[in-house]
């Protein structure tokens, strides 16, 4: 009970995140509906408007955020005041890749919260204005941590596609951010429609975001296309042109807003 009460890593958490004014933590109820490539295209739409910018990847059991920007065979540097988080296009990337390499993360319970609060206790992101949170999906014991621990200015924003499915659980990550008053900026209806010969298809179907987004106050609703070029890009391992995607050019709105707050 004790040893719980006096976690060394508690305070070494606090005093990285007095240097990182804000964090952006990027959330869904399912997996596999685009939170990688969300974060990934938001913390470079962010560095390259001269942000400091962190992408902290915190999926435990399919962290994928280093192959996006083709740094799975680098090891994070080691300095007196912790980790450096290698950087690509201006973006500090932290994952625990980095850790685990191919082999499989066995972790249950207590040992995702450990390996979380560790990899939060342990970088060094210097200054940030921006830490950009790819989460897990659902509401399990890894959000609950990194929502307990990410405790700086912090906003959320929460991904679906447009399947009933995934709709019916964002509601469950939707009320957890209300419980934990972290004010949700935007919903993100991902591959939502394909655009072909200048029509917008919507391949799934249409769901009503806007309704969940009034019943929870969320002011900003973005739609964004299936774009077949992403996995181009991810394929020849260059993140930097997911920059010119429709995808980025879309989530622009949401740079703004968190320019203005
Ligand atoms: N708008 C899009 N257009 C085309 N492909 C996309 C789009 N968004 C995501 N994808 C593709 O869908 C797959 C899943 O995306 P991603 O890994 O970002 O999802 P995730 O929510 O992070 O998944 P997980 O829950 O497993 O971490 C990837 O192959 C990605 O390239
Ligand atoms: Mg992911």
Not at 231 to 248: F, P, Q
Request: one cysteine or more.
């Amino acid at each position: 009970m004790l040893s719980e009460k006096i976690d060394p890593r508690d305070l070494a958490i606090e005093k990285k995140f007095r240097n990182i004014k804000r964090s952006l933590l990027v959330l869904s109820g399912k997996g596999g509906v685009g939170k990688s490539i969300i974060s990934t295209t938001i913390s470079l739409l962010l560095a390259n408007k001269g942000y400091k910018t962190g992408l902290l990847d915190l999926d435990l059991h399919g962290p994928v955020i280093p192959t996006i920007f083709s740094l799975e065979h680098v090891e994070p540097e080691e300095s007196k005041h912790g980790l450096i988080p290698p950087q690509a296009y201006g973006v500090k990337v932290m994952s625990l890749a980095f850790f685990a390499r191919d082999e499989p993360l066995p972790l249950r319970g207590k040992s995702k919260v450990d390996a979380i609060k560790e990899v939060l206790a342990i970088t060094n992101w210097g200054n940030l204005d921006f830490l950009v949170v790819d989460m897990p999906p659902g509401t399990g014991d890894e959000v609950l941590t990194a929502a307990r621990y990410v405790r700086n200015e912090r906003t959320a924003v929460v991904v679906t596609t447009p399947s009933k499915l995934s709709v019916s659980v964002i509601l469950r990550t939707m009320n957890l951010l209300k419980d934990l008053k972290i004010p949700i900026i935007a919903l993100i209806n991902n591959m939502a429609y394909l655009n072909i010969n200048e029509k917008m298809i919507r391949i799934f179907g249409k769901i009503d975001l806007e309704n969940l987004a009034n019943k929870f106050n969320v002011r900003t609703c973005i739609e964004l296309p299936i774009e077949p070029q992403i996995n181009e890009i991810l394929e020849i391992g260059d993140a930097k042109k997911l920059l010119d995607t429709i995808v980025a050019s879309k989530l622009k709105e949401l740079i703004e807003i968190l320019e203005v707050k």
